[in-house]
């Protein structure tokens, strides 16, 4: 049983006039048929027990998007439901309105529009819906939670969706599909053409330039149903937070971005999310339902705190394809110390397939790295903080020692960052650095690249 607002301001009226006159016996009998009308009104009100309740809702919804659903309730009882609903997700579905009112007669069912607007990914469970249904005078209401399980899974928001349509150009113009003529450098065959400036000297056909008396050239079909397998670090490397969000999300919008283009250009993608062991495995994923499936799997991926396993990762490349494949590492590339098991197991990935590696920069490191090189000005500011008591001079010291130690240490990070990144380079793989908003259309560019020069 449940009371409302009303029933207590009724029995605050009660109190009020027990101060006010002096005696018990009205405010008591007040109070009485208060009690009373509110137990009347429980008894009118509808039997939960013959209220149904049932969703129409997506399964999937993006996150930082809004989601439409509605929220149905059938009364099957004699009396009229006069209810408040509230259904029990989590808040960081951003399911609203929080609270519901609903009239719905006997026999009939009402219908209330509900919006998501959830701000993290993964999956959200409810276990049902809180119905309180009053009686005829909204004093008092029979409470009870009706069973309506649902899940809702909240993708990643693929904010790299904008760089897609320029990266399809760029496919288009190596396939020959834009007026431009370009063809990739590709192994099988496509056609002759005339001559153009600007074209490879090593395309020409001497045997077609002879018949013709004229400069012809081959034309070659890039390479269709390559194998791409992306890798993504969910281990502690992806825990450090660049710009308040975790290095997974980079690694997140990477993949999600690199599975559209290549399914777009009609190679197969394969999605391995890894730490300690394998997380999340996408095979077989197809241009209509990449997006959907690698932002399902990716949805739950959170960055733990467990080393990733590199030394698995050849094996499950080969589990996934035995065939020379783009094998793309999103994961970073901070220190010797950090990356050593990534660097060791370079060499037998490159023997055999293409790599990518990527390296998250952070921007706030990569200022005070260059705030190291600009000149002093030479400007001095007032004392503040902890040390505004003691002389100026010695203030302005200790908060130049501590910005030499700042920069100091951010040029160390980057240098650090240099010479695991060359040391992936000399084993073989190509190195992709950039701030978090760059790494998703850098990886793409790798991809296009490899796809021209026939590295696939």
């Not at 050239?217 to 450090?240: F, I, L, N, S, Y």
Request: glycine share 10%.
């Amino acid at each position: 049983m449940a009371v409302s607002g009303r029933f207590v301001a009724l029995l605050a009226v009660g109190v009020v006039l027990v101060v006010l006159l002096g005696t018990g016996w009205a405010g008591l009998a007040w109070v009485g048929v208060v009690v009373v009308a509110a137990a009347l009104d429980v008894l009118l009100a509808a039997d939960l027990g013959r209220v149904r309740v049932d969703r129409r809702m997506p399964r999937l919804a993006r996150r930082d998007t809004v989601a439409d659903g509605t929220l149905v309730l059938a009364n099957d009882g004699p009396r009229p439901l006069r209810a408040l609903v509230r259904d029990m997700w989590e808040p960081s579905t951003g399911f609203g309105p929080d609270r519901v009112r609903l009239t719905v007669p006997s026999g009939e069912r009402r219908t209330a529009r509900v919006r998501f607007a959830p701000f993290r990914r993964g999956r959200r469970r409810t276990a049902g819906v809180a119905v309180r249904a009053f009686g005829p005078l909204g004093l008092a209401a029979r409470q009870r939670v009706l069973p309506a399980p649902a899940e809702l899974v909240v993708t990643p928001p693929f904010r790299s969706r904008r760089h897609l349509p320029s990266r399809l150009a760029r496919l288009r113009e190596l396939d020959g599909e834009t007026t431009l003529q370009l063809r990739g450098h590709g192994t099988e065959f496509d056609s002759l053409r005339d001559y153009v400036r600007g074209d490879d000297v090593r395309s020409i056909d001497w045997r077609a330039t002879a018949r013709r008396q004229d400069l012809v050239v081959r034309t070659w079909r890039p390479e269709r149903d390559r194998r791409v397998v992306v890798v993504v670090d969910a281990g502690r490397a992806g825990a450090g937070r660049i710009e308040d969000e975790p290095r997974l999300d980079t690694f997140i919008e990477s993949a999600l971005l690199l599975g559209a283009l290549a399914t777009a250009a009609g190679d197969r993608v394969d999605l391995v999310v890894l730490d300690d062991h394998v997380r999340e495995r996408v095979v077989g994923a197809t241009r209509t339902d990449v997006v959907q499936r690698f932002g399902e799997a990716l949805a739950q991926a959170e960055p733990g705190l467990a080393a990733t396993d590199w030394a698995a990762v050849p094996a499950v490349v080969d589990a996934v394809t035995t065939s020379r494949a783009l094998v793309v590492l999103l994961s970073g590339l901070d220190s010797v110390g950090a990356s050593g098991d990534l660097l060791a197991v370079l060499p037998r990935l490159t023997a055999r397939h293409a790599v990518v590696v990527t390296s998250v920069t952070d921007p706030a490191v990569a200022a005070a790295a260059r705030s190291a090189l600009e000149p002093a000005t030479g400007r001095r500011g007032p004392a503040v903080g902890r040390g505004a008591g003691l002389p100026a001079g010695a203030t302005r010291a200790g908060a130049a020692e501590r910005d030499v130690h700042r920069r100091a240490a951010a040029e160390r990070t980057l240098l650090d960052a240099d010479g695991v990144a060359d040391a992936a380079r000399r084993a073989g793989a190509e190195v992709v650095r950039g701030v978090p908003t760059a790494v998703p259309p850098l990886v793409a560019d790798a991809y296009i690249r490899a796809k021209a020069a026939g590295r696939l």
